[in-house]
């Protein structure tokens, strides 16, 4: 009997690995397309993009998939929900009855349209101009309401599109989140505006030629430990992480010559994200066992590179005399703490990649209320460059000049990424409560960083977070490694010290 | 009756346009193998591609796609063999024929197989190391000889594998054509070695920075009429050009700082194979109406742009001062006629891509010889880099000083393609007998090539050649544009005069 389980589970692992290889082609043909397909290709690649979602579909929702999981469900093999086969039989069938209900051609026009989206998407931003973005945009939030309805839910629409980001989380979970966020956030804000200190920034908007960028942020990731053997950084117009193989994990990132925390901290981002893909355990590559748990996980694992480590005063303490040699003709006359100030300014500006650690959660709030707004037909298309600028006026108090810096700034939307947004800002609390929890376990972290030693923090990462997959989900996995549920305490905490002793509060 | 004929052809063309989807991802897998996949991910690319060449022989090979042929090739649509429905039903036919022979677990693990080889190949490049390749290159000449046998073959086993890359050609008639090109490239040659001019060829050899060399072959690549919004330019150890979709044709060179030749007619050259794809009919992609007819063919659209055009004095009448204000430093003491020799020099050399118009014919030779040898067990892989050596002591009088320039120095063995280089000769001779037909027909061909005037001739090209797919196979198509079956003559010829005129024969 249980040679038999056996034997279905190993079956289950084939079909799910072949799956796997058509599901990292399909990467492949998603990377090439932001970084260097030659721009009259969109309309074959949205054809290949679709055509290949619609085999690998088929795969993920054959009836023969589905009796080995009823069978496996229940069998001894799965008795432990956290071993690798309890996860594996237990997650595949959640993607499974997720998948099955929904139709094939409805996946296929969402992959060609979210190709579509994001090339008109690029053109729109490029010519500063929404209405060219219009049509797709509006395609899209269709298809994403059928694909919501299609995956049915008991509170509201966005609960659908949600679950498939972040896994087991609620519209109403996170509206409070967000919304207890601001309500700690917005006084935090208004003792900063209120202070006397200003800090000078402008050391950050000097001439950094980007070719020695370029060089900084590959000696960045490989120092934190990025594997180049594994990997590769690429240029683009909007940054990412992909993964194309077990052991093929690519980053982009931009560069804008007059101000280099563009590249700085999206390199370290994005950086994090590809660590935790490259943690992962090969053995289980394209079953659960081996798979990240949520966007939200994901996110904590960029954000704790870039802030929690990268804007700490340890690592520049460390790097800058580093980053000085590289670039001698603006950064010579200026002083470590000078530097460290200048990275953690707070202060509202209308791009969310760009914004500080305080402001970023409000970014995320407009645009989780927009998207709401959008899949329930509360705002008109056309009417959605000015609801977000008064959101962006309401909120933080700015107005975006144009639609490239408003509306136009974030790729998600063209891709048919509703639903999304709401997981950066979950990851910035669970990379709180995690690097607190490595605090007390490694002892002198600020010290290992500061001497350029990052190994026992990322190992302390991989050992508690990323080997093991999706054994865990992502509320299990925080409360198993930082003995508690997730709360804003660490966040608030984290931010409030930090602003406290550079504006003096 | 005939409304059913369209009905069956019309789904065999969707099924074939659904494959093609898939052939075009294919592509893309191994053009990213080869321009920038992180090293540690070979093995699992090798999985990727295997796994996908499955998929795609399982479509090719569907008995359904059978019955559809079977009933369309007496069909009434299929009439004139040279009508776009005639051409598709009888290709698909003989390639549905050859698919069919072939079992998928050998296709896949060709596939497999080769990607490992080119991981080696490159490797044992790097390292000028033949042994590191020795066992892939055992395991391709085993599989490859298991191909030719389920293909079958009157004569010779290469005959089943040349089939594939030039369908209706035989073993025994390309030896005549290269014995016969040799009886009278050999005498050539000794006149050469004979005579007295000596050509100064340092000039090629002076510093070309690799930035400007960038530059300047695509610059070269669009003045000729690539266009780059259909395609792009990247850096590979083995130049090669590859469509991933109608509008998206990839070419790569490489770049030897001080040897400018290496990319200038590397670029023109593979420039020459795009033109060729990219002047296919769009609407008939993916069917044999909308592909390239052979090798032959294909690589006599290269040759003619790096040969016919790229050494001819007319193009550097036109070209050369731009050249001379990209490399002052480089060439501003040489004479247009100067550079004109020293890029038509005669001499004997060991490297293939880099050989003379005259001695590049008998590298393929060699090529040929030994590659049949293989495939008849008639040399010990072990054996191989002595043998090529002997074979260049003996053809070329010169002897290689390592494997990488020696037997390592071509990357298709490494992928399998065992039949592949006869075509390049063939290539030879179709370029010299079109160009010869495209000067009559054009006028003042030198004219308009040294007022830099492509257009005429490469529309000649598109209209002769290009749009007509496999609708006429090479040796019709020969006889349609230039009134006679393929000769030696209009090569040789050709030849001739050149080397008369610079050697003072």
Known sequence: ?????????????????????????????????????????????????????????????DSQLGDWLEQLAESPLCADPHSVQGTIVRESKRQFERHRK???????????????????????RAKNDFSIFMPSLT?????????????????????????????????????????????????????????????ETGCLNRNFPVEKQRRVGKE??????????????????????????????????????????????????????????????KEWYGLPAGETISLGIHESQSRIWENQIGRSRAFWTGYFPRLQSVFPEALRDISLESF???????????????????????????????????????????????????????????????????????????????????TYALGNLYSAQFFAKSETDLGDLTTQVANGHFDPFREWLRENIHQHGQCYSAGELVERVTGEPLTHRYLIDYLRTKASEIYGL
């Open 1 to 61: 009997m249980s040679e038999n389980y056996q034997k279905t589970f190993d079956r289950l692992c084939l079909s799910m690995r072949e799956t796997a290889l058509l599901r990292s082609t399909f990467s492949l043909l998603g990377w090439d397309e932001q970084t260097g397909m030659p721009p009259a290709a969109a309309d074959y690649r949205g054809e290949q993009m679709a055509h290949l979602a619609g085999i690998i579909h088929r795969r993920r929702t």
């Open 102 to 124: 929904l139709p094939e051609a409805l996946v296929m026009e969402l992959t060609r349209t979210a190709v579509q989206g994001q090339h008109d998407w690029q053109q729109a």
């Open 220 to 281: 960045v990731a490989e120092n934190i430990g990025f594997d180049f053997q594994q990997g590769r950084l690429d240029t683009t117009v909007h940054p990412f992480c992909t993964e194309i193989g077990p052991y093929d994990t690519r980053i982009t990132t931009r560069y804008d010559e007059n101000f280099l925390p563009t590249s700085l901290f999206g390199v370290l981002h994005e950086s994090g994200h590809a660590i935790y893909e490259q943690g992962l355990c």
């Open 340 to 422: 460290y100030h200048a990275i953690n300014t707070v202060t509202p500006s209308p791009i969310r990649v760009e914004a500080d650690e305080i402001t970023y959660n409000l970014h995320i709030l407009i645009r989780f209320e927009l998207e709401q707004l959008l899949l329930n037909d509360d705002v008109a298309i056309q009417d959605l460059p000015e609801a977000w600028d008064d959101k962006y006026e309401s909120y933080l108090g700015i107005r975006p000049q144009t639609a490239s810096e408003g509306v136009l700034q974030d790729i998600h939307w063209s891709g048919g990424a509703f639903g999304y947004f709401p």
């Open 139 to 199: 395609k899209l939030v269709g298809l994403k309401q059928q694909e919501a309805d299609a995956i049915g839910y008991s509170d509201c629409r966005y609960d659908a599109l949600l679950d498939e980001y972040e896994p087991w989380e609620t519209t109403a979970r996170v509206k409070n989140i967000l919304e207890g966020l601001r309500e700690e956030l917005v006084p935090l804000l208004q003792e900063i505006k209120n202070s006397d200190t200003t800090i």
